[in-house]
């Protein structure tokens, strides 16, 4: 049986399109601190792979590391628990300003991996990749190619590292830019005001669980600190400079004014979309925050997934 999927290996988190997502950490060893992380041996090493102390892989051309590969595999791997031996297609991607010179690097070396052995939570898998596409992120418009063919759409995909903002006609892109600095650069900033603040030495994971929980209250080594003015500042910040920058770069025909819809995808566009729908106040009749942001790359490479490699079976696709 040949599998096909869509799979988004984010900086932080590593998700697939049915909602399934795991820290995109990893550490050596098999001590779990999550019940949510996964065993994996690979190459005759033990890893625990989506535990909250784990290293991330802050890289941008990372393909060829252990750590992305590793990423992969596990995604297949739970993306597919039922086989043993798996054969598959994937579409997965890399942010649309660096997609010209990166994707064919990610294809040549995720095509060469050749068949891959793994034991994942004690069962063990044999994994081969054998066809793939390399997609851009921020291509909204692909998860439904005939709902979108003739409209207009601007993307804002507000990641976990970078802002991947598209303009399109139809499926044709006519504008993008990946901006620096998304979901990490907000929580290094409130984490800083937090420290300077009040005093204390705060906790990365911390921030990060305050932040994904919409919480207030930030508890640390000098009990509980009331950070709500300290967190709205921060979200107001970041979004104003962020929506000056892309007001900067896409002007005229290809601004999001000449747009039939404005589309927030992302992970950071939920904490941040009171604040982009006060700043994009002008555009409140087309801008849209799409249903589940944190997974439609994922759907979106899914979809594609499914048009091209659509005679074989697909597990999890929306």
């Not at 890893?47 to 252990?66: E, S």
């Not at 998304?182 to 005093?199: D, F, P, V, W, Y």
């Amino acid at each position: 049986m040949n599998y096909i999927k869509g799979i988004d290996i984010g900086i932080k988190l590593v998700r697939l399109s049915d909602g399934t997502e795991f820290s995109s950490t990893i550490k050596k060893g098999t001590t779990l601190l999550n019940g949510m992380a996964h065993i994996v041996t690979w190459k005759n090493n033990e890893y625990v792979v989506g535990d909250q102390d784990g290293a991330i892989n802050p890289l941008l051309d990372k393909v060829d590391t252990d750590h992305y590969q590793l990423l992969l595999l596990t995604a297949v791997a739970v993306a597919v628990p039922s086989e043993q031996v798996i054969n598959i297609s994937i579409v997965t991607g890399v942010p649309i300003g660096f997609w010209g010179s990166l994707s064919q690097k990610f294809y040549n070396t995720i095509i060469n991996m050749g068949t891959q052995g793994i034991v994942i939570d004690g069962k063990k898998k044999s994994i081969s990749i054998n066809d793939c596409i390399i997609f851009a992120e921020s291509c909204f418009p692909y998860i439904d190619q005939h709902k979108y063919s003739l409209l207009k759409t601007f993307v804002i995909d507000i990641g976990d590292d970078i802002v991947n903002c598209s303009m399109w006609n139809g499926v044709n892109l006519e504008e993008h830019k990946s901006f620096p600095n998304a979901m990490i650069s907000i929580l290094q900033s409130l984490a800083t005001k937090i420290a300077r603040n009040h005093s204390v030495v705060v906790d990365a994971m911390s921030i990060d669980y305050l932040m994904e929980n919409d919480l207030d209250i930030y508890y640390g080594e000098k009990g509980a600190i009331d950070v709500n003015a300290l967190k709205k500042a921060t979200l107001e910040d970041y979004t104003k400079e962020l929506v000056k920058s892309i007001k900067i770069k896409f002007k005229g025909i290809k601004s999001m004014g000449a747009c039939d819809s404005i589309r927030l995808i992302g992970n950071a566009s939920i904490p941040l979309k009171d604040y982009l729908f006060k700043d994009l106040a002008g555009f409140k009749d087309t801008i849209v925050l799409e249903s589940e942001p944190q997974f439609v790359n994922a759907r979106i490479y899914d979809a594609l997934a499914n048009l091209r490699f659509g005679n074989i079976k697909s597990k999890g696709y929306k």
